[in-house]
């Protein structure tokens, strides 16, 4: 199948792209910032802005693509603090250019991204997809709009756009910083972990090649739910002092400190089931595999 990746070559997209290749897919890099062809003919590189419509339908149209993985975004909400004007216009205004170029091309099945961020706080209670969210930042507001676009543009317009809502996700090449990253860093420079707040801190990790695989299945997927078209997207439920255990006895002589409470926002525990129903999920690695796999991923990218 032809597809085409927006925003291909940051943190979730490098891994759909190689795993897309990998399964003989024709993968078409729709990107802003120039460079040379690939060397392999499956792997298209196509220049263009997200917010250019006719630009998206003239690749669409050349490549004859079937599906999008649409990944391009601000995708910190940290920065959405400093500049929300800016992230409503990539993440939801760059969407919806998106949505109507493949609408108009005929590319029925999208595949969004939203974050854990669109639940905003929870107080503990658990996720389900019914749950009511309750974004505290501009970026977790435009992943809630952008599952609403999504579902949306199927009830009008016949598309199939599925987004994924992910959780906290870890492992691999990460710029965007976390709790998992910031400890397991700690952990290999030597360095005492500690959190003022975090003993009572819940997380919803996603390791990356989970990402990757429920992104695979979404594409092909026969049997999913327009109506509702969004799916949870976490490896496991676990809380930060689990996290840390793990990540102790991968390197030992890891200390952390964790005072009572939390530092950001709580989730109960995710509901995965229509996740493994309709896209065929099933966690790669457990959380304790997945956090050593990224300690030893960390330990090469520090020379450690």
Same mark, same amino acid.
């Given at each position: 199948m032809n597809i085409m990746i927006t925003g291909s070559r940051g943190? +979730? %997209?490098?891994?759909?792209?190689?795993?897309?290749?990998?399964?003989?897919?024709?993968?078409?890099? *729709?990107n802003r910032s120039l460079r040379t062809p690939y060397d392999d003919p499956k792997h298209i590189y196509a220049y263009g802005d997200l917010h250019d419509v006719?630009? $998206?339908? @003239? =690749? $669409?149209?050349?490549?004859? +693509?079937?599906a999008v993985v649409h990944i391009a975004a601000q995708s910190s909400p940290w920065v959405s603090r400093i500049v929300p004007y800016q992230t409503m216009d990539t993440n939801l205004m760059g969407t919806t250019a998106l949505l109507e170029a493949a609408r108009l091309t005929g590319a029925k099945r999208v595949i969004l991204y939203s974050s854990e961020c669109a639940y905003g706080e929870q107080n503990y209670r658990p996720c389900t997809l019914k749950t009511a969210c309750f974004p505290?930042?501009? *970026? %977790?507001?435009?992943?809630?709009?952008?599952?609403?676009?999504?579902?949306?543009?199927? /009830?009008?317009?016949?598309?199939?756009c599925l987004t994924i809502r992910?959780? $906290?996700?870890? %492992? %691999?090449?990460? /710029?965007t910083p976390n709790c998992l990253k910031d400890a397991v860093t700690c952990a290999l420079?030597?360095?005492?972990? +500690?959190?003022?707040?975090?003993?009572?801190?819940?997380?919803?990790?996603? *390791? /990356?090649? @989970? +990402?990757?695989?429920?992104s695979y299945n979404a594409i092909f997927a026969e049997e999913i739910d327009l109506e509702m078209a969004v799916y949870n997207?976490?490896?496991?439920?676990?809380?930060?002092?689990?996290?840390?255990?793990? /990540?102790?006895?991968? =390197?030992?002589e890891f200390e952390y400190e964790l005072g009572p409470g939390n530092f950001m926002e709580t989730h109960g525990k995710w509901d995965?089931?229509?996740? *493994?129903?309709?896209?065929?999920f099933k966690p790669r690695y457990s959380l304790k595999e997945g956090l050593a796999r990224y =300690?030893?991923?960390?330990?090469?990218?520090l020379n450690l």
């Open positions: 943190y +979730i %997209g490098r891994s759909m792209t190689t795993r897309l290749l990998e399964e003989g897919h024709t993968v078409v890099d *729709y006719p630009r $998206m339908m @003239d =690749v $669409m149209k050349e490549n004859e +693509i079937k505290r930042t501009v *970026y %977790g507001v435009t992943k809630a709009a952008t599952e609403m676009l999504g579902r949306a543009y199927n /009830i009008n317009y016949g598309m199939e992910c959780g $906290m996700v870890y %492992g %691999g090449t990460q /710029i420079k030597g360095e005492k972990y +500690i959190e003022e707040h975090g003993a009572d801190q819940p997380l919803n990790p996603v *390791y /990356i090649d @989970d +990402i990757a695989d429920m997207g976490i490896s496991q439920n676990c809380t930060l002092p689990e996290a840390c255990a793990l /990540i102790k006895e991968a =390197v030992p995965m089931d229509a996740t *493994y129903r309709d896209l065929g =300690v030893e991923y960390m330990r090469r990218e």
